[in-house]
């Protein structure tokens, strides 16, 4: 295999004193947290729009990453060397899995059956690069939001043809995430939502929505297809108000439209931000209501207010992530997939390789942290005394639905005044400041 990246060498693991950049200080793929590797805990994904068709553009200018592999080519060649570049980069990394958007590793063409063919022709190539790298695909996905015909929304446009172009696409990215071995699909919302009520109608656009997932549902079922499908949440970008709002909007959705078996969820940490949550509540929702598959890892930045996607490297955010996955049971089918994209200045190979390096860095110190605080269970013993008393003779009888307004106030009568206790805050804050070092 031709080397693009040639001058960076494959990186390792040299423990925390390391002070080399290209190495990693806490991610140790062999490493056991509670009786499993690191590599299967985290299931680091590297995705491949940012981090491979990434520009840098931003509102104020174009691009500012130039990348050589692509230049004096033509776009179906410079769609090849990008790929063979990127599997490169995923095995210099050492991670195991990547995800893309169809229109992320072929370019559009003129015609849908154009592109098709070049997909067809790019999925063969990546078919090969996997099997010649034991490079997993994590999820695919469709673009359903970069052209034009897409700017209204694509299952929520309020024209059928785009909606029946919308569906051809995602029959086609389905197809080629099954050919090579997807472990998931996604289903993030693009443009699905509205500028202004006044030229939309919200409640017809939902019911498409609707539609769309359960042909999607029965396409599956029909070609066989055993990923796991998930709807990724997000409040606003681009349209002002994204329908896939956030986990508990898109559970009532599903719950609304009898799709909550055939979904669960893709978690982003800058997307539940953006929501005004944090991204362990969106985590923990997910999880409590059996919905948490996948994460797309990343931050924000709470001074910019909008999806910089920056590479994760907050311990605050990894610990408390990590803790809610490993009491979820850890993921099954989907991973940690880097959502993130370097900054405009950042516009070196190299730096892809300091973006990711630090972002599993940062999730393996998460890892070991969280695997700690579930060993020692003092955060959990405290959550349990605090409820204690449900599981006494009258909470046992409220949670089982014995009692009634009329039973309760006879028990509060004689009770008498309940008397507060604290909820020891500070005291669990410093507990978790132990563990953070
Ligand atoms: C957009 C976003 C997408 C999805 C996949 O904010 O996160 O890249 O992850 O379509
Ligand atoms: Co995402």
């Not at 446009?157 to 029959?171: E, I, M, S």
């Not at 982003?268 to 949550?277: D, F, M, R, S, V």
């Amino acid at each position: 295999m031709r080397e693009f990246l040639k001058t960076l060498k494959k990186i390792r693991h040299e423990g925390p004193d390391s002070k080399n950049p290209l190495a990693f200080k806490h991610y140790n793929p062999n490493e056991k947290a509670l009786g499993k590797s690191m590599a299967d805990h985290l299931r680091f994904a590297v995705c491949f729009w940012h981090s491979f068709k990434g520009t840098g553009v931003d509102p104020f200018g174009p691009g500012t990453i130039i990348r050589a592999w692509e230049q004096g080519v033509d776009e179906m060649k410079a769609a090849e060397r990008t790929l063979r570049v990127a599997f490169e980069f995923f095995t210099k990394l050492g991670v195991r899995f990547w995800c893309f958007h169809d229109r992320d590793i072929a370019p559009e063409g003129q015609t849908l059956a154009e592109s098709n063919k070049r997909l067809d022709h790019m999925v063969a190539l990546a078919k090969k690069l996997q099997s010649d790298t034991g490079v997993k695909l994590l999820w695919g996905t469709a673009n359903l939001f970069a052209n034009r015909r897409y700017m209204s929304g694509a299952s929520t446009n309020p024209d059928p043809r785009v909606f029946a172009y919308a569906a051809a696409q995602v029959k086609k990215a389905m197809e080629v995430t099954q050919e090579l071995g997807g472990q998931g699909y996604v289903f993030w919302g693009g443009r699905e939502g509205y500028e202004t009520l006044l030229n939309t109608n919200m409640k017809r656009e939902l019911d498409h929505m609707a539609r769309f997932l359960r042909m999607a549902v029965d396409y599956r079922k029909a070609i066989g297809f055993k990923g796991q499908f998930m709807i990724e949440p997000k409040p606003k970008e681009p349209t002002k108000h994204q329908y896939d709002f956030d986990a508990a909007a898109c559970h009532a959705f599903l719950l609304k439209n009898d799709l909550a078996g055939d979904f669960k969820l893709n978690i982003e940490a800058n997307h539940a931000t953006l929501a005004t949550h944090t991204f362990h509540h969106e985590l923990q929702y997910a999880a409590d209501n059996a919905l948490l598959a996948s994460i797309d890892a990343n931050r924000g930045d709470l001074l910019l207010g909008w999806d910089t996607d920056q590479f994760p490297v907050d311990l605050y955010d990894t610990v408390y992530a990590m803790y809610i996955v490993l009491r979820a049971g850890g993921f099954k089918t989907g991973g940690l997939n880097f959502d993130a994209k370097v900054r405009r200045q950042s516009i070196d190979p190299e730096d892809l390789f300091h973006a990711h390096i630090g972002g599993m860095d940062a999730f393996a110190r998460g890892l070991k942290i969280a695997a700690k605080m579930v060993k020692d269970g003092r955060f959990q013993a405290f959550v349990d005394q605090r409820y204690a008393g449900w599981s006494g003779a009258m909470g046992q009888k409220i949670e089982k639905g014995r009692v009634g307004l009329k039973e309760l106030e006879a028990y509060a009568l004689k009770q008498g005044e309940p008397g507060p206790r604290s909820g020891r805050q500070e005291l669990l804050e410093n507990m978790l400041n132990e563990y953070i070092r």
